[in-house]
């Protein structure tokens, strides 16, 4: 079973750092993008950032210059180093990868992670 997995969210002070990861495991051939989203409470889910299999980037305007995406093709991992943190940051975040897997459903996936809480104190 093809599966994402985050860690890394929690309480933080304003000013403060997180670095997120999510790692895709199973029967996995080739991971074409990974990303992250959030969603705050009575919002919508949003993109944050995106990266694809050759490294290009794409981030959400609110989160530019403070957020950085980044991945390990060799663990199939996926980061968000989050500095300079603000309250209006707090959300659940869900990482995101398109894939293709070779499990018990063959073929070209669109997954998401299960979120991981980020909470940002003024």
């Known amino acids: 079973q093809v599966q994402l997995v985050e860690s890394g969210g929690g309480l933080v002070q304003a000013g403060g750092s997180l670095r997120l990861s999510c790692v895709a495991s199973g029967s996995i051939v080739s991971i074409n993008h990974m990303g992250w989203y959030r969603q705050a409470p009575g919002k919508q889910r949003d993109l944050v950032a995106d990266i694809t299999s050759g490294g290009s980037t794409n981030y959400a305007d609110s989160v530019k210059g403070r957020f950085t995406i980044s991945r390990d093709n060799a663990k199939n991992t996926v980061y968000l180093q989050m500095n300079s943190l603000k309250p209006e940051d707090s959300a659940v975040y869900y990482c995101?990868?398109?894939?293709?897997?070779?499990?018990?459903?063959?073929?070209?996936?669109?997954?998401w992670g299960q979120g991981t809480l980020v909470t940002v104190s003024s």
């Open positions: 995101k990868s398109g894939l293709v897997s070779s499990g018990s459903v063959i073929g070209y996936l669109e997954l």
